[in-house]
């Protein structure tokens, strides 16, 4: 018998504790992604990381996106 192969792709890992958002103090659900819709959004802006944590140009992100950095 031939040995069963593995699959290409490894198991997804959610890193999501308790279906919340992984936004650093963000409480709300998650929707998409493991975020809620506001964080999703700044995910695929790029001013925070897959894990939740700020981006290290932050700031700088967030004020040429047209918003002030202090929300």
Not at 2 to 23: D, F, H, Y
Not at 45 to 55: F, K
Request: charged share 30%; hydrophobic share 35%; with cysteine.
């Amino acid at each position: 018998m031939a040995k069963a192969e593995k699959s290409a792709q490894p198991a997804a890992v959610s890193t999501n504790r308790g279906g919340g958002c992984l936004a650093e103090g963000c409480s709300k659900n998650a929707e998409r992604a493991e975020f809620c819709t506001e964080h999703f959004r700044w995910f695929k802006l790029g001013l925070i990381t897959r894990t939740g944590a700020r981006a290290k140009d932050f700031d700088k992100k967030f004020i040429q996106h047209g918003r002030s950095p202090t929300i």
